[in-house]
């Protein structure tokens, strides 16, 4: 069964460095989302993107954050400079084209440690 | 505003059914949804309604929905000890794409 993958599992990284999480989308699905859970809470809605370009976004996804499709199968999000606060684990999910498009399916996850 | 709530904790004993119950604010989302996450894993998509129907069986799942009272829930049939997980309610207000989760049910299955 295909399924959204991403790396790495586990990142680690200095406060005000710069960090690249990939996602690899299900093939043929077209929207595709960031999420995060920071330990002990809610999971949050970052981002949708959809026919390249950001569709919705959250407060909590300012100017520090972006995402990108850089090639056709890969779905990115980058922290320009890491906070403390942005310790979490952060999700990647896309959706099929049609009949269920709010139908996401979510990967195993990155847990990302700022020090 | 955007809320779904769900209570934080069950403990049920192997083989006796669970109610997992959530309740949402958002009477325009067109699909509800449950995920299950598994210690250390990811979101697993388990069920989910269309906002039109009031039941929907899978097995040894029943999704109910009371959309008068916003209250949507869960029903595991024969619980199992590979059922212990946090389940999550979720709602996309407006029927737009963005999940709204709830808080998270930590079930936990005793023998």
């Known amino acids: 069964e295909p399924e959204v993958t991403q790396t790495p599992s586990h990142q680690v990284t200095q406060m005000g460095q710069e960090v690249i999480l990939r996602c690899v989308p299900i093939?043929?699905?077209?929207?595709f989302y960031w999420y995060r859970q920071i330990l002990g809470q809610k999971v949050e809605f970052l981002v949708s993107?959809?026919?390249?370009?950001?569709?919705?976004k959250s407060e909590i996804f300012d100017d520090q954050f972006s995402v990108e499709r850089p090639d056709g199968s890969n779905f990115t999000l980058k922290i320009r400079s890491t906070k403390l606060e942005d310790s979490a684990m952060y999700f990647c999910?896309?959706?099929?084209?049609?009949?269920?498009?709010?139908?996401?399916?979510f990967g195993p996850g990155t847990r990302l440690t700022v020090l | 505003g955007e809320d779904v709530e769900q209570s934080l904790f069950l403990s049920v004993r192997e083989g006796d059914s669970s109610v997992i119950n959530c309740t949402y604010t958002d009477s325009s989302s067109t699909y509800l949804y449950w995920y299950k996450q598994e210690p250390g894993a990811g979101l697993q998509l388990l069920t989910y309604?269309?906002?039109?129907?009031d039941m929907k069986q899978d097995q040894r799942l029943t999704v109910l929905l009371n959309k008068k009272d916003k209250h949507l829930s869960l029903r595991i049939a024969d619980t199992q000890t590979g059922d212990s997980a946090i389940y999550f309610c979720?709602?996309?207000?407006?029927?737009?794409?963005?999940?709204?989760f709830g808080a998270g049910t930590r079930l936990a299955v005793h023998p």
């Open positions: 093939s043929n699905h077209l929207y």
């Open positions: 993107f959809y026919n390249n370009e950001i569709s919705e």
């Open positions: 999910a896309s959706s099929p084209p049609s009949g269920t498009p709010d139908t996401q399916y």
């Open positions: 979720a709602e996309t207000p407006g029927g737009y794409n963005k999940l709204i």
């Open positions: 309604i269309f906002s039109n129907m």
